[in-house]
T-cell receptor, first 112, second 114 residues
């Protein structure tokens, strides 16, 4: 099973600032997926990151707000830009392996 | 495209009673189906998954689910509820490729009454 490390695990941020979340996987993977889980809600897919190409964003998410980098097959970053309190969520990096979806431990962001 | 509908945002059962959490899916390709559980302030844990083969899938903690293509359903059951089963349960669907993301339902909160 894939082991995924995310940093930071939690942070408290000020309105209008940006924060970059890092995701490291212990094996090479083609696709990495970024999800958001707002308080008391389900998981919503933000984007799919494929190494060597631009990320594919889901409806309601845009690159200017959530820029993603995927420099190699084991690493990705998600930036949450110009944050507002509505961005307070858990952000999860994930990969699929043998049909199963594995998650990082998540990055819990609180925006004041 | 895929989507999931979980019927009932909150289900309450008595300890020892049958647990039934409903999930219907929509998929334009043969689906892979999943149930995840999330305990308070914890991450998601895979309960069980259906990919191909036997339509009755057994998972951890005594849970099982049956894939019914004709009904586009993948309901989760457990014969006898335990207090420790109280959690949020998410049904998810993906296409039958290992490189596609999962689409999650809105979740069902299970409460178990002593």
């Amino acid at each position: 099973s894939a082991v995924i490390s995310q940093k930071p695990s939690r942070d408290i941020c000020q309105r209008g600032t940006s924060l970059t979340i890092q995701c490291q996987v212990d094996s090479q993977v083609t696709m990495m997926f970024w999800y958001r889980q707002q308080p008391g809600q389900s998981l919503t897919l933000i984007a799919t990151a494929n190494q060597g190409s631009e990320a594919t964003y889901e409806s309601g998410f845009v690159i200017d707000k959530f820029p993603i980098s995927r420099p190699n097959l084991t690493f990705s970053t998600l930036t949450v830009s110009n944050m507002s309190p509505e961005d307070s969520s858990i952000y999860l990096c994930s990969v699929r392996q043998d049909g199963e979806l594995f998650f990082g431990e998540g990055s819990r962001l609180t925006v004041l | 495209a895929q989507s999931v509908t979980q019927l009932g945002s909150h289900v309450s059962v008595s300890e020892g009673a049958l647990v039934l959490l409903r999930c219907n899916y929509s998929s334009s390709v043969p689906p892979y189906l999943f149930w995840y559980v999330q305990y308070p302030n914890q991450g998601l844990q895979l309960l069980l998954k259906y990919t191909t083969g036997a339509t009755l899938v057994k998972g951890i903690n005594g849970f099982e689910a049956e894939f019914k293509k004709s009904e586009t359903s993948f309901h989760l059951t457990k014969p006898s509820a335990h207090m420790s089963d109280a959690a949020e349960y998410f049904c998810a669907v993906s296409g039958n490729s290992g490189n596609t993301p999962l689409v999650f339902g809105k979740g069902t909160r299970l409460s178990v009454i002593a």
